[in-house]
């Protein structure tokens, strides 16, 4: 059973139904919050915030029993017993709460719109503390709040909203988080549902107190009455959101939590935080099998971590180093060889104008290592030349750096791996389809990583795997990235690997066949009629100077 999992959509719902586009799942589960926005602009939204903090206070120096669109209708009915300003207040008050009530109809109305286009897929939604009840509105199919359902045989309970109160939402249309504590005792409908429903998997929204639920500053904050009833029953998963910064996966006594982060965009005080984050996972025989942390990148679905449960140990498998640094907060890591840094900004450029050849070449790459591994032979790829940039054609050589396990190995005089003949028979066949491929290297990744635990800097598999790594392009980039995270988490090594990097990248550099392909990828563009900007084009002019 494949699962996508996507919490706190912020309004995003045209990304939203970009990831049902782009995605084949059996089942597809939301979070809540799938809304951000209730006002029509930041001024409304500011002012129905401070009458909101004014009648709060109302409420409280009063005891006034009720939500706040009670009082704030009972203040209007007395119309000759308060003040023209508190009348007026009530006013404004109200009728903000029926626009905010009027805009969450609309945009649930969307999202059912994009439910209704897949009717093929499975999907089930709960709200978050920025949603009203769903059972009153056009996403009533889909609402899992306070409900289960049983798919592919193991039962999925929902319980939405979050024990906060939420500035600019009406009190009368959050879903109540009913758990608080009565004379000393924890009354909690979470956890008498679930109780009473022994799911196997939770969607909830609000995480459970102790795991995905710390907030700086505050520390945890997470359901009490969740976390008792998973202590006692031992789910198989729980899918949470409402935190943003504690994404992640972790493992516990038996059960896997999840919170991929917001999938639409957050304005925080200092920055806004873009989304598009969402778990694509696999559960087999009621057992998560791995899962995967993604990110819709405009129009493309980029993978960047794995959670694999490893002889009961929950492994991370780091895929994308850039966009996992930036969602810790973290500064992205930047080569200290300035041509490296160079070359990969002008690489990027060209492949934001990636040709369908190139895209063609990389799917049949594709089905040679997914068919090999059925063989029992691991193999991948590092990419050189036109298709590196992304800017092959009809006729384009496929240059290669080909990566084998050591059993596959078998050193030749130039201290390369010899290429096995299953893997000889799938070149021969493209060559049938008249795709010209020259293997340029080929690599151990059993040797690559004994040199990197021994910190073998001799080892010239360990120099070219450093230098290819560091200049090209992946396909099948799982099994290089199980080493190269090895070499990742030894920045001191790393930094002694640079002088025979910045030897391979000079001669690299010096190659007149080097330079002649840039002046082909531009000619390329040119046709195409894409001009190159001025400042790439500076970079590249900075980057071959240095020949």
């Known amino acids: 059973m494949r699962i996508i ?15 049902f586009q ?10 809540g919050d799938l809304v951000y926005s209730l006002f029509s602009s930041y001024d409304r939204a500011w002012q129905f915030i401070e009458l909101q903090e004014s009648f709060n206070k109302i409420k409280k120096t009063q005891a006034l029993e009720g939500n706040l669109y009670t009082i704030a209708n009972d203040i209007i009915r007395r119309e ?41 897929k499975q999907v089930a939604v709960i709200p978050g503390n920025y949603d009203m009840d769903l059972n009153v509105t056009a996403l009533k199919n889909w609402n899992l709040h306070g409900q289960s359902m049983v798919f592919d045989g193991m039962t999925i309970s929902g319980y ?7 500035p600019g939402v009406p009190d009368h249309l959050s879903v109540p988080f009913n758990e608080f504590y009565r004379e000393g005792k924890l009354s909690s409908e979470p956890y008498d549902f679930f109780k009473e429903e022994k799911p196997d998997i939770l969607l909830i929204h609000h995480p459970p107190y102790g795991f995905m639920d710390i907030l700086p500053r505050h520390g945890n904050i997470g359901s009490v009455g969740i976390r008792n009833f ?4 031992s789910p198989k998963v729980v899918f949470c959101g409402h935190l943003h910064e504690a994404w992640g996966c972790r493992y516990h006594q038996g059960t896997f939590f999840l919170n991929p982060s917001n999938f639409g965009r957050f304005v925080e005080v200092n920055r806004v935080k873009k989304g598009g984050y969402f778990f694509d996972l696999i559960i087999e025989k009621k057992t998560l099998q791995v899962a995967t942390l993604r990110k819709l990148e405009g129009s493309r679905l980029l993978d960047l971590a794995d959670y694999l449960l490893t002889e009961g140990e929950l492994r991370k498998l780091i895929l994308d180093e850039y966009h996992i640094n930036r969602l810790s907060n973290q500064a992205p890591r930047e080569s200290h060889i300035r041509s490296i840094s160079r070359f990969r900004r002008v ?8 040709t369908e050849t190139s895209k063609h070449m990389i799917r049949d790459l594709r089905t040679i290592y997914r068919e090999l591994e ?19 054609n009809p006729g384009s050589d496929i240059d290669l750096i080909v990566y084998l396990r050591g059993e596959e190995c078998v050193p030749d005089p130039n201290d390369a791996c010899s290429i096995p003949q299953p893997l000889q028979a799938v070149f021969d066949e493209l060559h049938k389809r008249n795709l010209e491929i020259e293997v340029c290297d080929s690599l151990d990744l059993d040797r690559v990583e004994q040199a990197i635990l021994s910190e073998n800097l001799e080892d010239t598999h360990l120099q070219r795997f450093a230098f290819y790594r560091a200049t090209c392009r992946p396909v099948n980039l799982r099994l290089i990235k199980k080493v190269e995270n090895l070499l990742l988490a030894r920045p001191d090594l790393q930094k002694k690997l640079e002088a025979s990097v910045r030897e391979y990248i000079r001669i690299m550099i010096s190659s007149v066949r080097h330079i002649y392909s840039f002046k082909k990828y531009q000619s390329r563009l040119i046709e195409k009629g894409i001009k190159m900007p001025a400042e790439i084009s500076d970079l590249l002019s900075k980057y071959l100077r240095e020949a």
């Not at 782009?22 to 979070?31: K, Q, R």
């Not at 939405?160 to 939420?166: D, E, K, L, R, S």
């Not at 998973?230 to 029953?233: F, G, K, Q, T, V």
Request: charged share 25%; net charge negative; aromatic share 10%.
């Open 5 to 19: 999992y996507v919490t706190d959509i912020h309004d995003a719902f045209n990304n939203l139904e970009r990831v």
């Open 22 to 31: 782009m995605t084949n799942a059996d089942l597809y589960l939301v979070a």
């Open 80 to 120: 000759n017993s308060v003040s023209e300003e508190q009348r007026r207040q009530a006013v404004d008050y109200v009728r903000l709460s029926d626009d905010a009530q009027r805009r969450l109809q609309k945009k649930y109305e969307q999202i059912a719109a994009i439910f209704a286009k897949f009717p093929e």
């Open 160 to 166: 939405g909203g979050a024990g906060v109160t939420t």
């Open 230 to 233: 998973i202590d006692e029953s």
């Open 347 to 354: 690489k990027k450029f060209f492949l934001g104008h990636e």
């Open 374 to 392: 059925k063989r029992g032979i691991h193999i991948a790829f590092d990419l050189l030349g036109s298709l590196n940039f992304g800017i092959a």
